[in-house]
């Protein structure tokens, strides 16, 4: 499955952008990207954020604010046999929209590091207000909590990026790359089992060394450390959210001995694996 670029109809009949309220049983994998910057609020569900070339946790309450062409998707992570409601508020608008406005200008700070791709954190109450009154059926008022969303988004004193290297989505704003959109696929859908560089390289009908240099200009990332990351974030949402041993989480997240778990935690996240779930559960 190819990276998608996705249609929106930014049109809609009684306001200047998109706005919905998404409720599923299942956040689908759907990589994808588009023109417009996006918003997405989590209000219900867990599970794990393709970003750029990063992966991030995501759970309720947190928001994420996408800039334009920056591929992403949100994946569930439910237990076995177990499903849940998801729900998520989406908002999404050009910044051609934004720009025509001249108070846009204030915003410039947010627009420079939103092509990272910005990890909101959880919404305070006011923010929270703002989002419920943008997906609301009042146009007039939910163009005015956009603006104050914004502003409160933009009055920030940082922002917490996520994507390492704003080339990928430089690279991805002319055309998503086939050779990334195969490869980015194939992890996901294998990190739990063992991949190898002649394996991925192949993928990626590359040979191994110029898959390797190819992957790291692309991404900011070694081919090693991207599956290194990916698997951490698996491994830290299971640690939080279930209680399975340190073995079978592990497993689960693609680590083949319980060594690799530990310097991957150590080096990622600074503790132990045991150390992280004690951290995050106390």
């Not at 992570?77 to 608008?93: A, N, S």
């Not at 009154?133 to 104050?148: C, K």
Request: aromatic content about 12%; hydrophobic content about 40%.
């Amino acid at each position: 499955m190819k990276a998608t670029i996705e249609n929106i109809r930014i049109a809609e009949q009684d306001r200047s952008y998109n706005s919905y309220v998404l409720k599923q049983s299942i956040f689908d994998d759907y990589w994808h990207y588009h023109p417009e910057i996006e918003i997405t609020y989590i209000v219900k569900g867990e599970g794990i954020a393709f970003i750029g070339n990063k992966t991030v946790e995501f759970r309720p309450g947190m928001a994420f604010l996408l800039g334009p062409y920056l591929p992403h998707n949100f994946v569930s992570t439910d237990e076995e046999d177990v499903v849940m409601e998801k729900e998520c508020w989406g908002l999404q608008f050009t910044q051609e929209w934004l720009n025509s406005f001249k108070e846009s200008s204030a915003l410039r700070r947010l627009f420079n590091a939103m092509s990272f791709g910005i990890d909101l954190g959880i919404l305070n109450d006011k923010e929270h207000h703002a989002f419920e009154t943008i997906v609301g059926n009042d146009p007039l008022r939910s163009i005015g909590a956009f603006f104050n969303l914004m502003a409160m988004i933009a009055e920030r004193p940082e922002f917490n990026t996520v994507s390492t290297n704003s080339a990928y989505s430089n690279v991805m704003s002319q055309k998503i790359s086939q050779r990334m959109e195969r490869v980015s696929k194939y992890i996901q859908d294998h990190y739990q089992g063992t991949i190898t560089l002649s394996e991925i390289a192949d993928v990626a009908s590359m040979t191994e060394q110029s898959f390797s240099r190819w992957f790291r200009q692309t991404s900011g990332l070694t081919f090693v450390d991207y599956l290194m990351q990916l698997r951490t974030t698996v491994a830290s949402n299971l640690l939080i959210n279930t209680n399975k041993a340190m073995t079978e989480v592990a497993a689960e997240s693609g680590f083949n001995s319980s060594s690799s778990f530990n310097r991957a935690f150590l080096k990622i996240k600074g503790c132990s694996p045991r150390e992280f779930r004690k951290k995050r559960t106390s």
